[in-house]
């Protein structure tokens, strides 16, 4: 591998769109994998949070996030282990009524089918929310759908909602998702992370 993590911090094709977003930001990639990786976090793309601080999911999605994989934030950030590449790393930004805006597709197209070939030893992908399910999967409908045929993509892949805690109400409707899919996630998350 090149120093692609490198090349991808120092990237600012999405300069003038985030100018131009409500936030008015720079970019800031955060590129957070290694060739060793085994476990493959694949997001929509960093919050305000990962941007001022540089480091994916360390807020309290991260925290549901490590608790349905099962493990702890030592593990979570183990460069080696486990590779967050979400579907643009940077900080899309926020539009006028502060939602947030979907992850520029130019950074996809740009970065990652170089940075997957940069994972050979990669035995499980995690996808989280529909825009990763897109990519990775070529998923079109719903991400309820999507989720709830969790088996379907076994075993490379388990599709996720997002871990906000916006989606506690998701949660609360579709209680398969804790009794079904949780279970299966810790096992697929320790075999692939298993030496």
């Known amino acids: 591998m090149t120093d692609l993590p490198s090349e991808i911090s120092a990237c600012r094709i999405c300069a003038d769109r985030f100018a131009a977003t409500a936030t008015r930001h720079r970019p800031r990639p955060v590129p957070w994998f290694r060739p060793t990786a085994r476990l493959l976090i694949a997001g ?28 702890d934030r030592d593990t979570f950030y183990d460069l080696n282990r486990v590779a967050v590449v979400p579907m643009a790393f940077c900080f899309p930004g926020y539009d006028a009524r502060g939602s947030d805006l979907p992850p520029p597709r130019i950074c996809a197209e740009t970065w990652h089918d170089r940075v997957l070939a940069a994972l050979p030893q990669l035995r499980l992908r995690i996808l989280i929310g529909a825009h990763a399910q897109r990519w990775h999967l070529g998923a079109k409908g719903r991400v309820t759908d999507t989720v709830r045929a969790f088996r379907d993509h ?13 989606n506690t109400g998701w949660l609360k409707r579709n209680p398969w998702f804790e009794t079904e899919l949780l279970p299966v996630l810790r096992e697929k998350v320790k075999d692939a992370l298993g030496d």
């Open 154 to 166: 076994l075993p490379g892949a388990i599709p996720l909602p997002h871990p906000s805690w916006r």
């Open 44 to 71: 929509q793309a960093p919050g305000l949070q990962v941007h001022e601080k540089g480091r994916p999911f360390d807020d309290r999605s991260g925290d549901r996030l490590r608790d349905w994989l099962g493990i």
